[in-house]
C-alpha cells in the first residue's frame, strides 16, 4: 500500500489550500470572485433544523434530564445539525486520481487496544473490499491508507496532517480513544478532513459543535441509560459499587452510569479504580464487601473485566462472611469473546452492555458474517461490524458527493439513518448514533441478547421532555413519614454567618422563632439550631458546612448575612442538595443563577411588626433591627413546613417553592420561581404576625 507524498497532479481535493488557479489556467481574479460570491450565498442559509421524526438529543431517558425537576435552560443547544458555512465546495481537480484515499486510524501492534484495532481495520478492510468489487468510484478503485494510533496526543496530530496532506485521503475511519480523537478532530477543522468514528465511546466527541465527525456506534450515555434502566427499574436494585479502570475510557464511561443512578434516586455505595493491566483486586474487592452493595458494574476493557470477576468469584469463597455482590454488570467491552475466554466459568451470570446483537436474524448481518470469516478466518466482533457499517456510509458519501471532503461531509450530514450490518442507526442532531443497543447475559457460557429497555426514553414523536420550574415540581413530591414523637434525636437546621453584631442579632431572632415552635408542638421532635460562625478563612469554613451537612444531618441551612459566606453554603448546597435561606439582601447574583436550592429571605423595604419588637426588647434588652426579623422570619418559615410534613431535604425546598404566601415579622412575602422574595407592600404589615408568633400570645 503506497503511502507517499502526492502524486503528480492530484493535490488534496477539499483542503484548505487553493490549487484551482494552478490547474485551470484562468485569471486568479475571477477565481476569487467566484469563491466570495459562494460565501455569501452560504452566509445566508440557516441550520438545518432536526426534523420531528429524528431523535432527540442524545436520546436522554426523561428521567435522566439535568434539573429536570427545577428551572426552565435559558438555551437549549444541539437542536440543529451544525453546519458547515467556509469554502471548498468548489475544489475540483481535472486529473482523476489513480485511487480514491480513505484513511484508516486505529491502535495496533502494541498500542493499548491493539486488539480492538485490529478488528476495525478488517472490518474496514472488507468493505473496502467489496466496494472495489462492485466498481469502485466510477471505475476508480478505493485505497485504504492505514496509519497507528500509538496513543500519544503528538503522534496522533501528525498522522492526521500526514493523511490530509501527504496522503490526499478524502476522509478517515477511527479511532477507539477519546483523547486522540479529540486531537484529530481538531486537525480535521483545520484541514478540512471528515472523520467517520466508528470505536470511540466518549461521549463528548459529537458534543464539540465542530462539524467533521460522525459516530456509527453507541456510546457511553446510551450505555449508561439502558445499564441504569435494566439494574434500578428491571431488577429492582437500590444500592450498586462501581469498580472501572483507572483512564479515560473509565473515567467517562462510569460518569454517565454514576450521573443517571443518581437522578434515579440510587446514588453509588462506592466506585473504586484499578490500573490497566492490575491483577490483584483485594484493596477493591475489600471495600466493596464494606460498601453493603447488592451488584457491581464493572467498566474496563475485556482481559482486565474478566480477571476482576475471576477476583470476584474467589473472594465469595474465601470469604464467606463479608460476601461480594453475585451480580456483575458491565459496559460493551465486556460483551466479547475475549471476555468469556479469559473469564471462563467465572462470567456465568454476567450482564454487559452490547452495542449490536450479533444472533440478530437478518440476511445482511448473515451475508457479512460469512465473508468475513472467509476472509479473515474468524468470525466478526462488535469493532469489526461497526467499522464495517462506518466504511460502507462513508463510501455511500463518497459515491454521492464524489472526490471532495466538503461535499463528502455535507452528504455524511445528511444522514438520519442508516440500515448497517448492526442493526438501524439512527442520528441525532450531532450526528451521533443513539439507535438501540442491547444486554448481553452470559448463560451457560454464550451471551443471550435482547434490546435494551428505557421507559421514559425521550423518544421523537413525543418530542422533547421540558423542564420543569421550581413551583411546577411540587405537587410530585413524596413526603416521608414523620420521625416517632418518642424519638429522642432532634431534628437540626443550620445557621452559618459571621457572628458580628448583626449575625448575633439574626441568631436570637431565630432562637425565639424555634422556642416559640416547641411551645406550639410540646409533643413533637423539638427542631434545634446548629450555629456556625463565617468568620474563618475558606478552609475552615468549608470544613464548618461539610461538618454540618454529613455530620449532624441538617435539613437546611440559615445564611449568611453577607455574599461570601452565601456564596460558599449555595456552593455545597448545588452538590448536596439541601435548601438555603440567605439573609443577605446587597448581592443581586445570589439568586440571578437558577439554582433551585436558594432562597433569598432579604428585603431592602421591610418593616418590623410592632410585636415583635416589644417581645425582642424585653428578652435581650436592645433593639432587634432588620437581621433579627429576617432571622425570625426564616427559622419560624422553615418550622412551618416541617410541621406540615417536609422532613427530608428535598421536601422541605419543595415546600418553600411552591409560592404560598407567609406571613412574618418583616411582612407578607413569598418567594418566585427564582428564590427571591416577593411582597404583597403594606397588606403584609398590616395584617398582623404569622400563625408562628401568635402563638406566643
Known amino acids: 500500500m503506497n503511502t507517499d507524498g502526492p502524486r503528480a497532479g492530484n493535490p488534496p481535493l477539499g483542503s484548505s489550500r487553493s490549487h484551482i488557479a494552478r490547474t485551470i489556467h484562468i485569471p486568479c481574479y475571477r477565481t476569487v470572485a467566484a469563491i466570495l460570491v459562494m460565501c455569501m450565498s452560504l452566509a445566508a442559509e440557516e441550520p438545518k433544523t432536526v426534523p420531528e421524526s429524528s431523535p432527540t438529543y442524545a436520546r436522554i431517558p426523561q428521567d435522566a434530564l439535568p434539573y429536570r425537576n427545577f428551572q426552565e435552560p435559558y438555551h437549549r443547544f444541539f437542536q440543529s445539525v451544525t453546519e458547515f458555512r467556509g469554502t471548498g465546495r468548489d475544489d475540483v481537480s481535472l486529473v482523476s486520481p489513480p485511487t480514491v484515499r480513505i484513511g484508516f486510524m486505529g491502535p495496533l501492534a502494541s498500542a493499548p487496544d491493539s486488539d480492538l484495532g485490529q478488528q476495525m481495520l478488517e472490518g474496514a478492510r472488507l468493505a473496502i473490499e467489496e466496494a472495489n468489487a462492485e466498481g469502485g468510484y466510477k471505475g476508480i478503485p478505493f485505497e485504504l491508507v492505514v496509519r497507528p494510533d500509538s496513543g500519544l496526543w503528538g503522534a496522533t496530530s501528525n498522522e492526521m496532517v500526514a493523511f490530509s496532506y501527504a496522503d490526499n485521503v478524502l476522509a478517515v475511519i477511527g479511532s477507539i480513544d477519546g483523547a486522540n480523537t479529540h ?51 428491571e431488577c429492582g436494585i437500590t444500592k450498586v459499587a462501581a469498580l472501572r479502570v483507572n483512564d479515560r475510557h473509565g ?52 482481559s482486565d473485566a474478566a480477571a476482576v470477576v475471576r477476583a470476584i468469584r474467589r473472594w465469595n469463597e474465601t470469604n464467606p462472611g463479608a460476601p461480594l455482590p453475585e451480580r456483575v454488570f458491565g459496559c460493551d467491552r465486556l460483551a466479547s469473546s475475549t471476555f468469556l475466554a479469559e473469564a471462563g466459568a467465572a462470567a456465568e451470570g454476567v450482564v454487559a452492555v452490547a452495542t449490536y446483537d450479533p444472533t440478530r436474524d437478518d440476511p445482511q448481518l448473515t451475508t457479512f458474517v460469512r465473508a468475513f470469516s472467509s476472509r479473515f478466518g474468524h468470525e466478526p466482533q462488535a469493532f469489526a461490524a461497526h467499522a464495517y457499517d462506518g466504511a460502507n456510509i462513508l463510501i455511500a458519501a463518497i459515491r454521492k458527493a464524489g472526490p471532495n471532503r466538503v461535499r463528502i461531509r455535507d452528504a455524511l450530514y445528511e444522514y438520519t439513518h442508516f440500515d448497517g450490518v448492526t442493526g438501524r442507526i439512527e442520528f441525532d442532531s450531532t450526528i451521533n448514533d443513539v439507535g438501540p443497543v442491547y444486554l448481553a447475559t452470559v448463560r451457560n457460557g454464550k451471551f443471550a441478547y435482547r434490546e435494551a429497555k428505557s421507559a421514559s ?59 416559640n415552635d416547641a411551645a406550639k408542638h410540646p409533643n413533637e421532635t423539638p427542631i434545634e439550631l446548629l450555629v456556625r460562625d463565617a468568620r474563618g478563612v475558606w478552609g475552615s469554613n468549608s470544613s464548618s458546612l461539610v461538618d454540618l451537612v454529613f455530620q449532624h444531618e441538617i435539613l437546611a441551612m440559615i445564611g449568611s448575612t453577607e455574599r461570601r459566606g452565601t456564596h460558599l453554603a449555595e456552593m455545597l448546597a448545588t452538590k448536596v ?72 431535604r428535598i421536601a422541605l425546598r419543595n415546600g418553600l417553592s411552591t409560592g404560598d404566601w407567609h ?3 418583616s411582612g407578607l412575602f413569598r418567594f418566585d420561581k427564582l428564590g427571591n422574595r416577593v411582597e404583597e407592600s403594606a397588606a403584609g404589615l398590616q395584617a398582623g404576625m404569622s400563625d408562628t408568633r401568635k402563638s406566643e400570645n
Request: aromatic share 8%; with cysteine.
Open 457 to 515: 426514553t425521550v423518544r421523537a414523536d413525543h418530542g422533547p421532555i421540558p423542564y420543569r420550574t421550581i413551583a411546577e415540581s411540587a405537587p410530585d413530591v413524596r413526603f416521608s413519614p414523620p420521625p416517632s414523637p418518642g424519638g429522642t434525636t432532634p431534628l437540626r437546621l443550620g445557621c452559618f454567618l459571621p457572628l458580628d453584631d448583626a449575625g448575633q442579632a439574626a441568631v436570637r431572632g431565630m432562637q425565639m422563632a424555634l422556642e
Open 577 to 648: 442538595h439541601f435548601p438555603v435561606l440567605s439573609l443577605c439582601g446587597t448581592d443581586p447574583t445570589i439568586t440571578q443563577i437558577p439554582l433551585p436550592w436558594i432562597f433569598c429571605v432579604a428585603s431592602k423595604t421591610m418593616g418590623i411588626d410592632p410585636d415583635f419588637v416589644r417581645q425582642y426588647r424585653e428578652r435581650h434588652e436592645t433593639e432587634p433591627g432588620n437581621f433579627a426579623a429576617l432571622g425570625f422570619d426564616a427559622a419560624a418559615l422553615l418550622a412551618e413546613r416541617i410541621r406540615d410534613g417536609a422532613y427530608t
Open 663 to 665: 406571613r412574618g415579622v
Open 183 to 233: 486531537i484529530a478532530l481538531r486537525v480535521a477543522l483545520k484541514t478540512k478532513v471528515p472523520i467517520v468514528n466508528t470505536g470511540g465511546t466518549d461521549p463528548t466527541l459529537t458534543d464539540t459543535n465542530l462539524p467533521w465527525i460522525l459516530r456509527c456506534l453507541a456510546d457511553d450515555r446510551q450505555q449508561g441509560y439502558a445499564l441504569a434502566h435494566h439494574i434500578f427499574r
Open 251 to 302: 473515567r467517562f464511561g462510569i460518569a454517565k452510569f454514576r450521573d443517571t443512578a443518581r437522578r434515579l434516586g440510587h446514588p453509588l455505595r462506592v466506585e473504586v479504580r484499578w490500573k490497566r493491566g492490575d491483577r490483584d483486586f483485594s484493596t477493591q474487592l475489600q471495600r466493596i464487601a464494606e460498601s453493603d452493595a447488592e451488584a457491581i458494574v464493572v467498566w474496563g476493557n475485556a
